[in-house]
């Protein structure tokens, strides 16, 4: 499928290559398009470089791979883009780098993506992608002993459907929380918050987060 990837970073980079040795077609999307140009030539064929509205205008899917406070801007340009799109946020509260953003979606006490989704009513958000360091999943993908698990929360169960394909594609394991609200339980700070979990580890403990 084509997938919008906003953000070319070290989660958007690492998923664009996992995605496009799956066989998906990929665009970044940023703010310097030009500064995307060696990752799109390393990746080749079907993978190009543009802006946020051009990733988001091209994808039937859209990563969301950018600083939280980089998001009310984003919702006001790309917004209508997303409207009925499944969009995987793997975006997390850092109050040191996010401020305010950071702040409020922490107080609101129902987890970063529902924030989120409150910036994009349009869009079909799963949290996707957040829970594990880019260099973890640059390292576990396709691991043939255990995959890496990769949490999901959503509302929508069709944009859930998608996402744990591309988790799939990308060569990890999905683990479906439950409702958005849920996926709280991966925020920064929490017990498997950028720990290198398992599928198997998450289920042994899964009564310590629900």
Same mark, same amino acid.
């Given at each position: 499928?084509?997938?919008?990837?906003? $953000?070319? $970073?070290?989660?958007?980079?690492?998923?664009?290559?996992?995605?496009?040795?799956?066989?998906?077609?990929?665009?970044?999307?940023?703010?310097?398009?030009? @500064?995307?140009?060696?990752l799109v030539m390393k990746l080749g064929q079907?993978?190009? $470089?543009?802006?946020? /509205?051009?990733?988001? +205008?091209?994808?039937? +899917?859209?990563?969301?791979?950018?600083?939280?406070?980089?998001?009310?801007? %984003?919702?006001?340009?790309?917004?209508?883009?997303?409207?009925?799109?499944?969009?995987?946020?793997?975006?997390?509260?850092?109050?040191? !780098?996010?401020?305010?953003?950071? @702040? /409020? *979606?922490? +107080?609101?006490?129902?987890?970063?993506? *529902?924030?989120?989704?409150?910036?994009?009513?349009g869009a079909r958000i799963v949290k996707a992608?957040?829970?594990?360091?880019?260099?973890? %999943?640059?390292?576990? *993908?396709?691991?043939?002993?255990?995959?890496?698990?990769?949490?999901?929360?959503s509302n929508d169960e069709d944009a859930l459907?998608?996402?744990?394909?591309?988790?799939?594609? *990308?060569?990890?394991?999905?683990?479906?929380?439950?409702?958005?609200? /849920?996926? !709280?339980?991966?925020?920064?700070?929490?017990?498997?918050?950028?720990?290198? +979990?398992?599928?198997?580890?998450?289920?042994?403990?899964?009564?310590?987060?629900?």
């Amino acid at each position: 499928m084509r997938i919008g990837i906003v $953000g070319a $970073g070290h989660i958007g980079a690492t998923l664009g290559q996992l995605w496009r040795e799956a066989g998906h077609e990929i665009r970044f999307g940023t703010r310097h398009p030009e @500064r995307t140009f060696p990752l799109v030539m390393k990746l080749g064929q079907h993978a190009e $470089g543009g802006t946020p /509205e051009e990733a988001a +205008a091209f994808g039937e +899917a859209v990563l969301l791979a950018v600083p939280l406070k980089a998001v009310p801007e %984003l919702a006001s340009s790309i917004g209508p883009m997303l409207e009925g799109k499944p969009v995987l946020d793997a975006t997390n509260p850092y109050p040191e !780098r996010d401020g305010q953003c950071a @702040r /409020e *979606a922490i +107080a609101a006490g129902r987890g970063s993506s *529902a924030w989120t989704a409150d910036h994009l009513p349009g869009a079909r958000i799963v949290k996707a992608f957040n829970m594990q360091r880019f260099d973890a %999943l640059e390292r576990e *993908a396709h691991n043939p002993d255990e995959r890496l698990a990769i949490a999901l929360a959503s509302n929508d169960e069709d944009a859930l459907d998608v996402a744990t394909d591309l988790v799939i594609d *990308a060569g990890f394991e999905p683990f479906v929380v439950g409702p958005l609200e /849920e996926g !709280r339980a991966f925020d920064p700070g929490t017990p498997h918050y950028a720990n290198g +979990a398992h599928v198997s580890e998450l289920l042994r403990e899964a009564s310590q987060w629900r």
